[in-house]
C-alpha cells in the first residue's frame, strides 16, 4: 500500500498547518504511523509517531509543545497538526507505517513511506 502525505505549504513563523497521511489501500485506524521531515543538506528526522494502542504519541525535543499527532477515524487518515511554526520546520515531510516503540526515530522501525508533502515557514 502507498501512503500519500497533503496539506504542506508557505506558512509564516508562528503559523499554522495540517498535515494528513492516508493510505490508498486500507485504513490506518489501526497502524502505529510516524513522521518524518528533512530539510535540504539534512538527514531525515523523525518528529511524531502515534501509536496504535490508545493513540499514545510521542515528539522529538525539537517540536515537543507545537505540534500534535491524531487520528481521524471516519476518514482513517492520521494527522500532523503544526503551530507556532518556525523558519526551522521548513522540510519535506513524511509519513511511514510502522515505528512507536524505544527506537521510533529510526528509519528502519517503518515500513511503508510516502512520498512526502513540502512544508516552507517564512516571511
Known amino acids: 500500500a502507498q501512503l500519500v502525505e497533503s496539506g504542506g505549504g508557505l506558512a509564516q513563523p508562528g503559523g499554522s498547518l495540517r498535515l494528513s497521511c492516508a493510505s490508498s489501500?486500507?485504513?490506518?485506524?489501526?497502524?502505529?504511523v510516524g513522521w518524518f521531515r528533512q530539510a535540504p543538506g539534512k538527514k531525515r528526522e523523525g518528529v511524531a509517531c502515534?501509536?496504535?494502542?490508545?493513540?499514545?504519541?510521542v515528539y522529538s525535543e525539537s517540536v515537543k509543545g507545537r505540534f500534535a499527532a491524531s487520528r481521524d477515524e471516519s476518514e482513517g487518515t492520521v494527522i500532523l497538526q503544526l503551530s507556532a511554526l518556525k523558519p526551522d520546520d521548513t522540510a519535506r515531510y513524511y509519513c511511514?507505517?510502522?515505528?512507536?516503540?524505544?527506537?521510533?526515530?529510526?528509519?528502519?522501525?517503518?515500513?511503508?513511506w510516502g512520498q512526502g508533502t513540502q512544508v516552507t515557514v517564512s516571511t
Open positions: 489501500g486500507f485504513s490506518l485506524n489501526h497502524y502505529p
Open positions: 502515534i501509536s496504535d494502542v490508545a493513540g499514545v504519541t
Open positions: 511511514a507505517t510502522g515505528g512507536c516503540g524505544p527506537t521510533w526515530t529510526e528509519e528502519y522501525e517503518y515500513s511503508s
